[in-house]
């Protein structure tokens, strides 16, 4: 018989830690702009340390303003995870605070990603693992559930899929589908070699071609005043 709504799946396909270790250092604005520029999480998911986002998803489905589920969650993911809880972009009441990050930190997971509210903001700062969230409330959560394991969410606007790969840092946080990481990983590294190739060249003063600029505006039809603004 099934629960639908009150769930827990034990098992997950997780992709190589090779391959999740291959984006290790890839700024996320590399990869997303090999991905079309899609299946990035929404802007108000930030990052409350410097510490960078790299591994597994392990994903939570919350009812608003409760963390049963995330409690069951730090008992079930294992080291290399991100734990991903969907709590519907919810800032009435904190998800999870200083207490249950630490037990993540130490558990050895490589970070906890919640759309929706933390507290102890402060203490996230010294955490030594990623934490990213919606927004800081000092209210506490529910522990009645329900809520799922390990079944498909959404996060800041992305579907995200038990065993998808996930990069962050200061920018945000993008979600690759391990079936499409190799060709991603290989065309992301080519980026990030050719912009700082561009980047070396403008330090070391060497002339652009920026052609293209006037010819864009020509093409929108831009008009070129060469006159002040009256």
Not at 12 to 35: Q, T, W
Not at 156 to 180: K, Y
Request: net charge negative; proline share 6%.
């Amino acid at each position: 018989m099934s629960n639908a709504g009150c769930r827990i799946f034990l098992k997950m396909d997780r992709p190589s830690r090779e391959l999740v270790e291959g984006f290790k250092g890839l700024p996320v604005a590399n990869i997303a702009d090999e991905m079309n520029r899609f299946f990035c999480v929404d802007a108000r998911i930030k990052p409350y340390n410097t510490k960078p986002l790299l591994g597994t998803a392990f994903t939570v489905k919350a009812r608003v303003a409760d963390n049963l589920l995330l409690h069951k969650a730090l008992e079930l993911a294992q080291p290399g995870d991100v734990i991903i809880v969907d709590a519907q972009g919810d800032l009435a009441n904190a998800i999870t605070g200083e207490i249950m990050m630490t037990q993540a930190a130490i558990n050895g997971l490589a970070g906890v990603v919640i759309d929706g509210a933390i507290r102890d903001a402060e203490a996230m700062k010294e955490l030594d693992m990623p934490v990213y969230a919606a927004g800081v409330q000092p209210k506490g959560p529910y522990k009645d559930g329900p809520g799922e394991i390990n079944v498909p969410v959404t996060c800041g606007g992305v579907i995200v899929n038990p065993g998808d790969i996930v990069v962050g840092d200061a920018d945000g946080i993008v979600i690759i589908n391990p079936a499409d990481a190799p060709v991603i990983l290989e065309k992301a590294k080519a980026k990030l070699a050719k912009e700082q190739a561009i980047i070396q060249g403008i330090k070391d003063r060497v002339p652009r071609d920026k052609s293209w600029v006037d010819k864009a505006l020509e093409k929108a039809g831009c008009e070129i005043i060469d006159g002040y603004y009256k």
